[in-house]
């Protein structure tokens, strides 16, 4: 599967499950072998087994995912910012890209240059 498709996937399954799950996502980071995501508390258990199931079963790359995943909670505003950062930084860092605006799979864009973004803008956005 292509990158831009496998993109257009995580967006569109992460969207359903957002309002499925009644979370707020704040901001992602697509990389060829993970994601980066930072979103709120959800309202149902298993965020992160159904946004995983429903991804792989529209797939036609398999494996989708990794089989394991690291979440970890945030809950300052300071550590949502240092998280953001930390995930928008990523794809420089792996030489995938010279500066954060040159990745088209994350949201970085739409923090600095209000670009739109397919989920809902949530308040919670920095």
Same mark, same amino acid.
């Given at each position: 599967?292509?990158?831009?498709?496998?993109?257009?996937?995580? @967006?569109? !399954?992460?969207?359903?499950?957002? *309002?499925?799950?009644?979370?707020?996502?704040?901001?992602?980071?697509?990389?060829? @072998?993970?994601?980066?995501?930072?979103?709120? $508390?959800?309202?149902? $258990?298993?965020?992160?087994?159904?946004?995983?199931?429903?991804?792989?079963?529209?797939? @036609?790359?398999?494996?989708?995912?990794?089989?394991?995943?690291?979440?970890?909670? !945030?809950?300052?505003?300071?550590?949502?910012?240092?998280?953001?950062?930390?995930?928008?930084?990523?794809? !420089?860092?792996?030489?995938?890209?010279?500066?954060?605006?040159?990745?088209?799979?994350?949201?970085?864009?739409?923090? *600095?240059?209000? $670009? @739109?973004?397919?989920? !809902?803008?949530?308040?919670?956005?920095?």
């Amino acid at each position: 599967m292509e990158a831009a498709k496998a993109k257009d996937l995580f @967006e569109d !399954v992460l969207e359903g499950i957002r *309002c499925r799950y009644e979370f707020q996502a704040v901001g992602y980071v697509v990389m060829p @072998e993970h994601v980066h995501l930072l979103v709120s $508390e959800p309202g149902r $258990e298993s965020l992160a087994i159904e946004l995983k199931l429903s991804a792989a079963r529209r797939s @036609e790359r398999h494996p989708f995912w990794q089989e394991s995943y690291y979440d970890s909670n !945030v809950f300052t505003g300071g550590k949502r910012v240092e998280k953001l950062e930390y995930m928008h930084w990523n794809p !420089v860092r792996r030489g995938l890209v010279e500066t954060m605006e040159q990745r088209p799979w994350s949201t970085y864009r739409c923090y *600095c240059d209000g $670009e @739109e973004w397919r989920l !809902v803008a949530d308040s919670t956005r920095i």
